[in-house]
T-cell receptor, first 113, second 114 residues
Framework: DQQVKQNSPSLSVQEGRISILNCDYTNSMFDYFLWYKKYPAEGPTFLISISSIKDKNEDGRFTVFLNKSAKHLSLHIVPSQPGDSAVYFCAALTQGGSEKLVFGKGTKLTVNP | EAGVTQSPTHLIKTRGQQATLRCSPISGHTSVYWYQQALGLGLQFLLWYDEGEERNRGNFPPRFSGRQFPNYSSELNVNALELEDSALYLC?????????????FGPGTRLTVT
């Protein structure tokens, strides 16, 4: 039973355009969400997070949107750069709980020059 | 500041053997987490250690175990290895006092069971 789902295994965009990565979750107890980026042969790197008390968080070119009623979040990258090409993981947890991050399977983003 | 380090980078074992993986957290971080990333799957939570104690474990059999040392480094032990244990094992650390929940990951140990 997958509690965090990233339904698009891959996404390809042109340099300079917007990249939108989507994530859905089923567990209504999740109240904190994170995005990680992973290059081959490296560990995941934290990108941005959002608490369920917010619906948007922005950090430079990265913005995460949270729609609690739809149990959906998205990561927007604007403008996309070739160096953004990586696998992006969505993760969720319940604050004050087990601190266990529940990850999606990832979306491989390719940004073409 | 040094990041999370893991050793070895690669490990090849035979079915039935035992594997030991090591992790050193970022200085000042007392919590260590272990995750397994098998082929085609996302990261699956294995274990959480804090202040030397096991705080939580994921849905893995008891042959997956570990410990945390007084210097907060950690070991993951996998006994009676099975072919499906072949995966990337990632360690992460966090300082419990931080207000955000991000965990900082090491580069991983690639375990291959033949």
């Amino acid at each position: 039973d997958q509690q965090v789902k990233q339904n698009s295994p891959s996404l390809s965009v042109q340099e300079g355009r917007i990249s939108i990565l989507n994530c859905d979750y089923t567990n209504s107890m999740f109240d904190y969400f994170l995005w990680y980026k992973k290059y081959p042969a490296e560990g995941p790197t934290f990108l941005i997070s959002i608490s369920s008390i917010k619906d948007k968080n922005e950090d430079g070119r990265f913005t995460v949107f949270l729609n609690k009623s739809a149990k959906h979040l998205s990561l927007h990258i604007v403008p996309s750069q070739p160096g953004d090409s990586a696998v992006y993981f969505c993760a969720a947890l319940t604050q004050g709980g087990s601190e266990k991050l529940v990850f999606g399977k990832g979306t491989k983003l390719t940004v073409n020059p | 500041e040094a990041g999370v380090t893991q050793s070895p980078t690669h490990l090849i074992k035979t079915r039935g053997q035992q594997a030991t993986l090591r992790c050193s957290p970022i200085s000042g971080h007392t919590s260590v987490y272990w995750y397994q990333q098998a082929l085609g799957l996302g990261l699956q939570f294995l274990l959480w250690y804090d202040e030397g104690e096991e705080r939580n474990r994921g849905n893995f059999p008891p042959r997956f175990s570990g410990r945390q040392f007084p210097n907060y480094s950690s070991e993951l032990n996998v006994n009676a290895l099975e072919l499906e244990d072949s995966a990337l094992y990632l360690c992460a650390s966090r300082w419990p006092g931080q207000t955000s929940y991000e965990q900082y990951f090491g580069p991983g140990t690639r375990l291959t069971v033949t």
